[in-house]
Nanobody, 127 residues
Framework: QVQLVESGGGLAQAGDSLRLSCAAF????????MGWFRQAPGKEREFVAT????????YYADSAKGRFTISRDNAKNEAYLQMNSLKPEDTAAHYC????????????????????WGQGTQVTVSS
């Protein structure tokens, strides 16, 4: 059974940093591109960042560029989202997701392309 377990969320002030982690169980981790999404109350789930199977390619939403860094450790079956310069508008439940990828350099920015999802970790940023 595949499980993605996020951790690292919490309360932060504007300008602070948080590092989210996503531990994957039950899947061949290095055969999957990984992504981070978020959903604020009353809003649709939105793409934040994605990383290819190999970790060599990344892609970010405009809101994340320059502030967030996605990474992965295939030896540990973990993905990460380093979030710097947090803003109140970053407040949301943050989800990691895994998408089977044939090519090592493939990544995905659409939620529908992901096969597996975690339960989410809440990030709340106060001004």
């Amino acid at each position: 059974q595949v499980q993605l377990v996020e951790s690292g969320g919490g309360l932060a002030q504007a300008g602070d940093s948080l590092r989210l982690s996503c531990a994957a169980f039950g899947l061949t981790f290095d055969r999957h591109a990984m992504g981070w999404f978020r959903q604020a109350p009353g809003k649709e789930r939105e793409f934040v960042a994605t990383i290819s199977r190999s970790g060599g390619r990344t892609y970010y939403a405009d809101s994340a560029k320059g502030r967030f860094t996605i990474s992965r450790d295939n030896a540990k079956n973990e993905a990460y989202l380093q979030m710097n310069s947090l803003k109140p508008e970053d407040t949301a439940a943050h989800y990691c997701a895994a998408a089977a990828a044939y090519y090592s350099g493939t990544y995905f920015s659409a939620a529908k392309q992901y096969n597996y999802w975690g339960q989410g970790t809440q990030v709340t940023v106060s001004s």
